[in-house]
């Protein structure tokens, strides 16, 4: 009998220079957006890519930037120079962090952050859903990524697709509880919704403690 070719699984997360994504915060109450902006390299050689995050507030424009990349089936976060403590994190020395499954499989458990004391540990944990439905739009082939921090107070559910990426967190156990989502897309090969401008405001560089949550979603 003749075998059927094995169907690819899509990835569930890219980087491309020029993605942008607008996220709203039903916690905060405020709109930020992501967009990869350049590639720059780790002090180790590594090439990363370099994500602008803006947060909208009534006056200002919060700036600041995170170092991604894919390996190994994992998309990280990284810092681009090793952690200077000598006894701090040997194990893990450009605090990288995994923060999704390219490719995830429905059930599996994998350690975030390798290294971090005990206390620190994130664990992630993988859940396949067929639909999940924002304000915005239903997404189909969907992961559920429950980040399970080590002293149990908090809780964040992280959502993806096949087709678009992350589109949704949910955040519960912070300052407020939040509900964050795509209002806006635009990658190589799609877009969709109205990307909202917002002029005249005070750009300062850096961001609020209490909007650095957000930085984890990814």
């Given amino acids: 009998p003749k075998l059927e070719p094995k169907q690819q699984q899509k990835p569930y997360m890219t980087l491309q220079i020029g993605d942008i994504r607008q996220y709203y915060s039903s916690g905060d109450r405020i709109y930020f957006d992501k967009e990869i902006v350049d590639t720059v390299r780790r002090s180790d050689g590594l090439k990363v890519y370099k994500a602008k995050y803006t947060f909208y507030t009534l006056f200002y424009a919060y700036i600041g930037y995170s170092y991604e990349f894919i390996r190994d089936g994992y998309y990280f976060l990284t810092s681009l120079d090793t952690i200077t403590e000598p006894n701090v994190n040997i194990i893990n020395p450009f605090n990288e962090v995994k923060t ?79 509900y964050v989502f795509l209002v806006y897309l635009k990658l190589s090969n799609k877009e969709f919704g109205d990307y909202i401008n917002f002029f005249e405001k005070n750009v300062i560089e850096g961001i609020p403690e209490k909007y650095k949550k957000y930085n984890i979603l990814f």
């Fill in 100 to 178: 999704a499954k390219i490719y995830p499989k429905d059930g599996e458990i994998f350690l975030a952050n390798e290294g971090a004391p005990d206390n620190e540990k994130e664990y992630r944990k993988i859940k396949l859903l067929e639909t999940f439905s924002t304000p915005i739009k239903t997404y189909q082939d969907v992961c559920e990524c429950e980040i399970i921090f080590a002293d149990g107070s908090r809780k964040m559910l992280v959502y993806y697709s096949s087709e678009y990426g992350h589109f949704s967190t949910k955040y519960f156990g912070f300052n407020n509880n939040s």
